[in-house]
């Protein structure tokens, strides 16, 4: 149990196009939804907190009009990332807890690379 | 805010023992995870500590000490599979149970050699 999936598992766009990470809770209802992003060699640094049906809760020096997160339903969660530059080519990982739970379970990750 | 140290890299022979240490500084803390990471993956659950003391779990065990701010992740019987990062997070406890994050440390890449 407690399966996390994203899509899509690497994308490759543009500079100054959109792009759209889903999230997916197969098998439980995430409350709470975290978005993280990770650099090569680096650990994960955690971008924004998600609870269903409210605004989600961003980490100080992220940007909340560029990285545009939906969490509208108990087993999905949206990452937006608008007007794409380089330097935002990064792996991408989500995580889902359930209520009233302390772990997070990671799904596999989302590497994008802007071109 | 937190700080979270650990050691970059280590390296370890087939068959034997490895400990890798974590320390931390946090104004809530409620709990410290140890998550496994091989390179292009999503981290894996390892352990979890919240009470001081040592946690085991076949060939990984993991140790809290709260009022040090120090835990270890300690590896037996090494395998050639666990050559990758492992990663100490702790558990912050915010100001309610909705605001509880993770955070991570830098990771130890771990490379086991035959």
């Known amino acids: 149990g407690a399966v996390v999936s994203q899509h899509p598992s690497w994308v490759i766009c543009k500079s100054g196009t959109s792009v759209k990470i889903e999230c997916r809770s197969l098998?439980?209802?995430?409350?709470?939804m975290f978005w993280y992003r990770q650099f090569p060699k680096q650990s994960l640094m955690l971008m924004a907190t998600?609870?269903?049906?409210?605004?989600?809760?961003?980490e100080q020096g992220v940007e909340k009009d560029k990285f545009l997160i939906n969490h509208a339903s108990l087993t999905l969660s949206t990452l937006t990332v608008t007007s794409a530059h380089p330097e935002d080519s990064s792996f991408y990982i989500c995580?889902?807890?359930?209520?009233?739970?302390?772990?997070?379970?990671f799904g596999p990750g989302t590497r994008l690379t802007v071109t | 805010g937190q700080n979270i140290d650990q050691p970059t890299e280590m390296t370890a022979t087939e068959g034997a023992i490895v400990q890798i240490n974590c320390t931390y500084q946090?104004?809530?803390?409620?709990?410290l995870f140890w998550y496994q990471q091989h390179a292009g993956e999503a981290p894996t659950f390892l352990s979890y500590?919240?009470?001081?003391g040592l946690e085991e779990k076949g060939r990984f065990s993991s140790f809290l000490s709260r009022s040090k701010g120090y835990s270890y992740l300690l590896l037996k019987e090494l395998q050639m599979k666990d050559s990758a990062s492992y990663l100490c997070?702790?558990?912050?406890?915010?100001?309610?149970?909705?605001?509880?994050?993770?955070?991570f440390g830098t990771g130890t890449r771990l490379t086991i050699i035959p």
């Open positions: 995580s889902a807890r359930a209520g009233g739970t302390y772990e997070q379970y």
């Open positions: 098998d439980f209802q995430a409350t709470t």
């Open positions: 998600s609870n269903e049906g409210s605004k989600a809760t961003y």
């Open positions: 946090t104004s809530g803390f409620n709990g």
């Open positions: 500590n919240v009470l001081d």
């Open positions: 997070a702790v558990r912050d406890r915010g100001s309610n149970f909705g605001n509880e994050k993770l955070t």
